[in-house]
């Protein structure tokens, strides 16, 4: 059985932002109890992590690394039409994912104890991010 | 229902080699209209990768950037048995990904408006690499 | 039809720990002869790997180049309560994979030639790791 459910994710811009519930709403509504989760984002500037979600300093450093790595205005870069940080959400896309595909164990996405699940903006401005969520059970 | 097709892409050294109309021929002759197409490469030394399709230097802006960051020759590396292009292309490999799986609506792949699928080979010579596309419906 | 299986994984700090044999039994228990096998671990200071699996200095050589690229200790990092390689082990996890999806073509696991899988602990200390194996056909 498939089953899929978009969901729009309406960033402000660079951050992180918690899509774990609406994942597992998507998986509940499926009816599935056992079988396969994936997560899919249409977009080439900006992710999707699993992360740790209990200390935000995390998120705080994971977004500081990656600033210094994939540096803004890098003169580096001849593609940046829309920006200094142009290119540099497309290279940190590359750098992570954009499908991540998780377990269903008794009726949930069977993430870690400490597993979350964010959609990385990469982009300064704000986007209507588009998510999908596939269930194969 | 299970469907699978191989692909052999025959590369001509580094550079980025558009899979995406193999791929989606593959998702049109499996006959699914919605379900799960996952796309698999059997090597260490090249990689999947989704991609902005529009403008050309966002993928050279690619390669300078990994370029720099892993740098071909550097004397840290032990393993050079087949030159200084060796351990940076299972670098590269392992910084980005060997599978990705998108989810088919309506007949095709849903990739977003920009996403362009490519294989990226990051050996200098040319190589024939073996691709799987995987569609469940 | 849909199978799974989970592992445990006991590290002993940090490196690689080859978990192929353990998913092509876990494979070949599900009967399936063509599908799609996806392995997710449930952690984020760890990491999946499809890595060269001839040479173990490609290996060494992947552990240089992190450490190199994520230091651990630091001063960047605010995130350092379980020690020096805390943060860092979340970088290296977000860098790479904790979801890898591979075609099941003739009953096992079609890895190409020199692809092993690994569990890559990125902490210093001994963990047991979860791991599941998700069999779809």
């Not at 205005?73 to 290119?87: K, Q, S, T």
């Not at 940190?92 to 164990?105: D, E, M």
Request: with cysteine; net charge negative.
């Amino acid at each position: 059985m498939y089953h899929a459910r978009e969901l729009t994710v309406a960033t402000r811009g660079r951050g992180f932002y918690d899509i774990t519930d609406e994942v597992q709403r998507a998986v509940a509504a499926s009816g599935a109890r056992d079988g396969l989760c994936t997560i899919f984002l249409h977009h080439t500037s900006a992710s999707l992590l699993l992360c740790e979600n209990a200390d935000p300093d995390v998120r705080k450093d994971l977004e500081s690394f990656f600033s210094r790595l994939v540096k803004d205005g890098d003169p580096l870069f001849v593609h940046d039409a829309e920006g200094p940080d142009d290119m540099p959400a497309h290279v940190r896309t590359v750098l992570t994912q954009n499908s991540i595909s998780v377990p269903i164990k008794g009726g949930e996405a069977s993430l870690g104890t400490w597993q979350g699940l964010y959609v990385w903006e990469h982009r300064t401005a704000a986007h209507q991010r588009r998510v999908t969520v596939s269930i194969v059970s």
